[in-house]
């Protein structure tokens, strides 16, 4: 009876261990509106990424005018920001850091919306087959929240990814 005592103690302490990434993120003012950027590895491209709170898209745009996407699921188009996104949602390996998984993306082939500076956008919206949905269903995180936190001058900081307590700024957490 003890055995089985101490086996589901350390059992509950090994389900609720906290995982988290912490990437830097830098500031990229465009004509006095800022944008926060973080940088991901998708199909081994590094790509800088706008951190979007408000979108649920991962989209990044094509590399060259050739790039032909891979599993393509078909081709449709986004509305982001005051544009239309023309492209296809495909099924990619995203990486942070040493950590990889199968991620939807959807790659921009023809875009009025993206800025020239940033490959695309990491949305944080939650919701189903969402970038944070799918790094806690893989295991990657805890938790399906984030955080932004910024360093005193503002034009750099974090993204927190996962379980953000202890971290002494604000967290969202997507349900």
């Not at 900081?157 to 700024?169: E, H, I, M, P, R």
Request: charged share 15%; net charge neutral; with cysteine.
């Amino acid at each position: 009876m003890l055995v089985f005592f101490i086996g589901l103690v350390v059992a509950l302490h090994v389900r609720h261990e906290p995982k988290t990434f912490v990437l830097p993120m830098l500031t990229y003012d465009q004509a006095h509106n800022p944008y926060f950027t973080s940088e991901l590895v998708i199909n081994e491209r590094p790509v800088r990424m706008i951190v979007d709170t408000g979108s649920h898209e991962l989209l990044f745009q094509a590399e060259g005018k050739d790039r032909v996407p891979k599993l393509l699921a078909n081709t449709s188009q986004v509305v982001y920001e005051s544009g239309t996104i023309f492209g296809a949602v495909k099924s990619d390996n995203v990486c942070l850091a040493k950590s990889c998984f199968n991620q939807s993306v959807f790659e921009a082939l023809q875009s009025q919306a993206l800025v020239k500076w940033a490959d695309g956008v990491l949305g944080l919206q939650g919701g189903p087959a969402t970038f944070l949905e799918t790094m806690k269903t893989s295991g990657l995180i805890s938790e399906n929240s984030f955080t932004l936190k910024f360093s005193k001058s503002g034009k750099s900081g974090s993204l927190v990814l996962g379980d953000t307590a202890g971290q002494n700024s604000t967290a969202c957490k997507m349900t």
